[in-house]
């Protein structure tokens, strides 16, 4: 397995100049995604948050939390390696207006997304667990992320689980409206 430096119990960064992640990898991030408050564990491939490029593999349990947020002056794409997952994007108020649906190559569905505008999103995860590659522009920047205030903070478990079930109808929904068009 390659060496990796622990910056949080889901953040680990690599400072190798080549970069090669694995299965060993999968496995060590699946590890620590279970054992993570928030269910989830990344490899960061690049070496700095202020490297102009941002590439991770990560690992989300199907219970982890990814509060809807939008990124400003960044996009992000994401290439599913294991698992299938629906990404809800929302207009400025919190009303669905688009889903994606994405799992690994084999499942029959889209593999790749690219969101290239700044539009809230979150994670709906039909997998025990999803792997992906995420790649964004950099440099990381606390203020650029805004999460949505129509949704609850990652810090209260129970108004999180309530929401996810309203979100993960209200997919189901458009869905549906989308197959009857």
């Not at 790649?135 to 129509?150: D, E, L, M, Y």
């Not at 993960?168 to 549906?176: I, P, S």
């Amino acid at each position: 397995m390659i060496e990796l430096d622990r910056i949080s119990d889901e953040i680990y960064v690599t400072r190798s100049a080549v970069v090669s992640l694995g299965d060993a990898e999968i496995e060590f991030l699946k590890a620590q995604a279970v054992s993570s408050p928030k269910g989830r564990a990344r490899i960061c491939a690049h070496r700095s948050s202020d490297d102009s490029l941002h590439e991770m593999l990560i690992v989300l349990s199907r219970e982890s939390y990814v509060q809807p947020h939008k990124h400003l002056g960044k996009s992000e794409s994401f290439h599913i390696i294991e698992g299938e997952v629906d990404v809800a994007i929302f207009d400025d108020v919190g009303q669905i207006s688009d889903v994606v649906s994405l799992g690994a190559m084999g499942t029959g569905r889209k593999f790749f997304y690219r969101l290239s505008d700044s539009r809230f999103h979150t994670l709906l995860i039909h997998s025990d667990m999803l792997v992906m590659h995420e790649v964004t522009n950099g440099p990381f920047i606390k203020g650029q992320s805004i999460n949505a205030s129509f949704s609850p903070s990652d810090g209260n478990p129970e108004e999180t689980k309530i929401y996810m079930k309203n979100i993960a109808r209200e997919v189901l929904e458009w869905q549906q409206s989308r197959t009857r068009s």
